[in-house]
């Protein structure tokens, strides 16, 4: 049973290229959440999905950020135009819904240069 | 206002010995849940314990412990007989209320040093 798989492990981009990171939920879960944790930080929520509805985005800065969670395949978060600001490590986790735990991806390490 | 306060950037506990690191939250709601997270340097996030804000005894799982003090508004991690491996970042978690986007708040986490 494979727990939150995220890919790329490590992603390096230039400043101005577009960052595709992608989820795939544990099996049988259908809430996606997603978390971005800067240096020395916590993680901070971004965007919660079901499949094909963003139910809550108000971590999401306003320009250049999206995600999706199709009806078939993984979920992703998409970064347009990256800058330098945007280096972080972020994490996808995933539950079952409402009242159950979250199991977390090991993350994707963004580096822009 | 902070909703999730971790007053510790960093703890030192001798190998064998047990250890509390601190975790206190903010929220009006009376329905929550509190989350302990480790984070070793390989990055990954690895739950450790929860406690519902209903639950009437605290939480234990393992060598984890939750010292729930409702009244101040505490959630402080007890780690008994330390490990070497115990050697992370700690996450203490907040989520509100029931239904909606449950989401997450966290605090900004200690680092936990276990001394040979």
């Known amino acids: 049973n494979a727990g939150v798989m995220q890919n790329p492990r490590h992603l390096v981009r230039r400043r101005g290229q577009e960052a595709r990171l992608r989820c795939s939920p544990m099996?049988?879960?259908?809430?996606v959440y997603w978390y971005r944790q800067l240096p020395e930080e916590g993680l901070k929520f971004m965007v919660y999905l079901q499949k094909e509805n963003i139910i809550d985005e108000s971590g999401m800065p306003k320009e250049r950020f999206s995600a999706e969670f199709p009806k078939e395949g993984p979920s992703i978060l998409r970064i347009q135009q990256v800058v330098r600001g945007d280096s972080a490590a972020y994490f996808c986790a995933s539950s079952a819904g409402v009242n159950y735990g979250y199991t977390f991806g090991s993350g994707t390490r963004l580096t822009v240069v | 206002a902070q909703k999730i306060t971790q007053t510790q950037p960093g703890m030192f506990v001798q190998e064998k010995e047990a250890v509390t690191l601190d975790c206190t939250y903010d929220t009006s709601d009376p329905s929550y849940g509190l989350f302990w997270y480790k984070q070793p340097s390989s990055g990954e996030m690895i739950f450790l314990i929860y406690q519902g804000s209903y639950d009437q005894q605290n939480a234990t799982e393992g060598r984890y412990s939750l010292n729930f003090q409702k009244a101040r508004k505490s959630a402080n991690l007890v780690i008994s007989a330390s490990q070497l491996g115990d050697s992370a970042m700690y996450f203490c978690a907040m989520r509100e209320g029931q239904g909606g986007s449950e989401k997450l708040v966290f605090g900004k986490g200690t680092k936990l040093t276990v001394n040979p």
């Open positions: 099996k049988g879960h259908s809430h």
